[in-house]
């Protein structure tokens, strides 16, 4: 068994925990499933014992993604449907015992994959719609009378993937374009949630790919106050790219058409975004890995801390049965904040600003579609579709990120199968009491 049971069921918690004896409370965690189902799992870091605590039938035909927010307790799922089918996006809140209760639910246009929750005080959630052109914002909270705003792309080759806020301002919004490879970029203008137009950007112009790029998630990183870096992975060319991002310039991209004006001028509030050109190097100081276009593809990037930054694949079978996950460092100007002390030579000799993987960890599981970190950033944890399992990892936030090795996993549902619509589709993390570092040495 992949779980080290031994250290997990054996140990006393004040042995388990660096000998101080703290007991931390049950964490919960949410996942969905591609047959129609939500579930509510509960991991007893004194135990180790990951639970299924609830299983609900809800969120249509085809859950594809989770998106949850904190403050006001409540969880998000959205429904991809069949085909020209309405989606849908239901609400449920999130009971003192961190089971869910459905509070609302609202149809959406064709095939919504991703959400992002955007706006002072978190006042509106927009969602992209991959199968119909467009992405739709709905006000919060929901309720069953809730009507989006619409946003349609004229291009019917427009596929919206991801749609992102920027954490660096909190003052714009990203959407991902599969179909076409470019960004929309739009700029949050007032606390009604309206949206002004900045620019397209298009990826195929900026890094001049052999074929189409499959425009499919995204992540920032922070350098400075007013900068940053946009993480991009595409699933077609099986490759990751970067922009870099700043509040000090105006952006060079296609003006984009602010919504409801008569003006394609952009709005002052824009940020700039250049692509990699050659100030940022990649350095891939990791073994060779096979990641194989038309038989692995990058699934999901995400960054944690402003800097720490993570990308899973899906099909590579690195580790045997099991998929991968990069653990990606940012070295700014020579100043290595990686760990690895065998690179620092190498890195402070360039001057440079240099990013490379500093080590590929086993996802534990097929296809790894979606993983999240937990609020404490202490753990992280893995829905692998294929497979379908939930498995958990150590994360060391202190120690650049840094992944261990399983703590426990658990199957939830039918397993899926290669490139189909089926298995596990998204996980996340609930809201958790203030705890300690997770003390346990798990192979770091």
Not at 172 to 178: G, R, V
Request: aromatic letters at 8%; proline letters at 5%; charged letters at 20%.
């Amino acid at each position: 068994m992949k779980a080290l049971l031994s250290f997990l069921l054996l140990l006393s918690p004040a042995i388990a925990h660096g000998g101080h004896g703290h007991r931390h409370a049950n964490q919960t965690i949410y996942a969905s499933h591609y047959s129609g189902k939500v579930y509510t799992l509960q991991f007893d870091p004194n135990s180790g014992r990951l639970s299924e605590a609830q299983s609900l039938k809800t969120c249509g035909k085809k859950p594809s993604w989770l998106t949850i927010d904190h403050e006001s307790n409540t969880l998000y799922c959205l429904d991809e449907a069949e085909g020209d089918e309405p989606g849908h996006l239901f609400a449920y809140s999130i009971k003192a015992d961190g089971t869910l209760e459905e509070t609302a639910h609202v149809d959406t246009l064709p095939g919504p994959v991703h959400a992002a929750i955007y706006g002072q005080n978190k006042k509106f959630i927009a969602t992209a719609n991959s199968r119909a052109s467009a992405f739709q914002i709905f006000s919060l909270p929901l309720d069953d009378s809730t009507q989006p705003l619409e946003v349609r792309f004229e291009d019917p080759n427009s596929e919206p993937y991801g749609v992102y806020v920027d954490p660096i301002k909190q003052s714009s919004l990203f959407i991902l374009d599969k179909g076409i490879d470019m960004i929309h970029v739009y700029t949050i203008a007032g606390i009604d949630g309206h949206l002004e137009g900045c620019e397209s950007l298009d990826l195929s112009n900026d890094f001049q790919p052999e074929g189409r790029i499959g425009v499919r998630r995204a992540a920032f990183t922070k350098t400075g106050d007013d900068q940053g870096r946009l993480h991009l992975i595409g699933d077609i060319s099986n490759s990751m790219y970067l922009y870099d991002l700043s509040y000090t310039s105006t952006g060079g991209g296609r003006p984009l058409l602010p919504l409801n004006q008569d003006t394609a001028e952009k709005p002052k509030s824009c940020p700039s975004l250049a692509a990699g050109n050659g100030s940022v190097h990649w350095r891939d100081f990791t073994p060779v890995t096979s990641y194989d276009v038309g038989t692995s593809y990058p699934a999901e990037i995400k960054a944690t801390g402003d800097r720490d930054l993570y990308t899973s694949y899906c099909g590579d079978g690195h580790f045997g049965s099991d998929d991968s996950i990069l653990e990606i460092c940012e070295a700014k100007s020579g100043q290595v904040s990686c760990g690895y002390r065998r690179e620092e030579e190498k890195l402070k000799s360039t001057g440079q600003d240099i990013l490379f993987s500093r080590k590929v960890s086993p996802s534990y599981g097929q296809c790894p579609r979606s993983f999240d970190v937990n609020p404490h950033g202490s753990l992280l944890a893995f829905a692998n579709r294929i497979s379908s399992t939930v498995a958990i990892v150590p994360r060391k936030p202190k120690s650049y990120g840094a992944l261990g090795n399983l703590i426990t996993e658990i199957q939830i549902g039918a397993k899926g199968n290669p490139h189909q619509r089926d298995g596990l589709s998204s996980v996340v993390w609930g809201k958790e009491e203030e705890v300690d570092d997770f003390h346990v040495d798990h192979g770091f």
